[in-house]
């Protein structure tokens, strides 16, 4: 099995650098690193070439530096036209990956024919607020109930065996390389925030249900602090995305009900959080985010807005 590894990225070199040297040190390292770098410039690329070129196993870097690249969809979409693997294993620039992440990788797809997609864990997960997890299951119901939440930075790890999951983490996610010949990426709607879970509900649609969490593939997310959105920008974000998310899937009305109720809670954690940090922009986020979605025409997937 070819395995190809794509990392988008955006002026974080210090993060980069860290996420290259846990790739190139994998017990099984993989046939190729794609580089996806829309940064202001191209400095990190010498001191990656020479990374890869040091590594103790022959890995094909391709490094693509682009700033015409628009946002992280599009960077997969180069990635894969690009890769060669059978399969294709995104990554965040932030991560560090625990020596067997690509072996865990492998073992999963070889041992799971049918298996057409699947996602490792985070172990660091952020510490989040006291029954965050209660919370988020009680109000993302139909489509926007995500079986991921809760089990990062919550599983042992090795003797978990695979999850079904209708939703995949784009940052640490792989496909088998047949699933991008029928599903295209979305370019048009822009999503970021929800663009995993967006392509993930496509490809279900596409294949069955044959996707997984594997937690025997593990990293550790670093979120770096460059290219964060600021709270306000952030609800505003969110809001739009799952509103457009509901246009493109959404369909009768228990659907329906489940996007009211979504509001609803999502209307309660954008008040708490601006009682919380006593800043009014989680709010008035939340209210221009459900605007921006109201007002959004869906487009075709493969259309550059």
């Known amino acids: 099995m070819r395995i190809s590894v794509v990392i988008p990225t955006k002026n974080r070199p210090t993060d980069l650098l860290k996420a290259v040297a846990s790739v190139i040190s994998q ?3 993989p046939d190729q690193l794609i580089m996806v770098d829309q940064s202001d410039s191209d400095a990190s690329r010498a001191e990656i070439e020479d990374m890869v070129s040091g590594a103790a196993r022959p890995i094909q870097l391709v490094y693509v530096y682009d700033t015409g690249i628009k946002g992280l969809v599009h960077a997969k979409q180069v990635g894969v036209s690009k890769s060669d693997g059978d ?6 620039d932030d991560v560090v990956l625990e020596p067997d992440y690509t ?10 024919p049918a298996m057409m997609g699947c996602c490792g864990v985070m172990t660091n997960l952020p510490e989040l607020p006291s029954n965050y ?18 089990v990062h930075g919550h599983l042992a790890g090795m003797d978990d065996g695979l999850i079904p999951s209708r939703y995949l983490s784009g940052g640490t996610s792989a496909f088998r390389k047949d699933v991008f010949g029928q599903v295209p990426f979305d370019l ?17 649609k596409a294949f069955g249900d044959c996707f997984y969490i594997n937690p025997a593939a593990r ?4 979120m770096s602090p460059v290219n964060r959105a600021v709270l306000g920008n952030k609800y505003r974000r969110k809001l739009r995305e799952f509103l457009v998310f509901y246009k493109k899937h959404g369909t009768g009305v228990t659907q329906l009900a489940a996007l009211i109720w979504l509001l609803v809670g999502l209307w309660a954690e954008a008040m708490l959080t601006s009682l919380r940090t006593r800043n009014p922009s989680p709010l008035a ?13 869906v487009r075709n997937e493969e259309a550059v807005s």
């Open 133 to 150: 997890v209660l919370f988020f299951h009680l109000f993302h119901r139909g489509i926007f109930h995500d079986f991921r939440v809760g």
């Open 103 to 112: 072996k865990q990788m492998e073992l999963a797809f070889e041992n799971h």
């Open 27 to 29: 017990n099984r390292v």
């Open 219 to 222: 990293l550790a997310h670093y």
């Open 285 to 297: 986020g939340y209210i221009r985010g459900v605007l921006d979605g109201l007002c959004w025409t």
């Open 188 to 204: 048009a709607n822009g999503f970021f925030m929800l663009e995993d879970i967006d392509f993930s509900m496509r490809a279900v």
């Open 87 to 92: 399969v294709v294993c995104f990554l965040e």
